[in-house]
């Protein structure tokens, strides 16, 4: 159940923590960056988002980049 609430509430990471390591390769990240990663995405995949409804679509593009 805390599984659920967890998923509700938008608390999970839509990053992976294992592929940003691998894709920093040769520095050391630390615990915060992951959140501040995945709250930069978010606000990318809503810009995109934004865009693509302002183009009056449901697909996201690269061009909504």
Known sequence: MA???KKATGAE???SKSRT???AKGYNVSS???GALDK???VIIKA???RARANKRKTLKPADL
Do not use: H, N, P, T
Request: glycine share 6%; aromatic share 12%; hydrophobic share 60%.
């Open 3 to 5: 599984k659920a609430a």
């Open 13 to 15: 990471l839509i990053i």
């Open 21 to 23: 390591k691998v894709a």
């Open 32 to 34: 915060d960056f992951y």
């Open 40 to 42: 930069a995405v978010r």
């Open 48 to 50: 995109a988002g934004d």
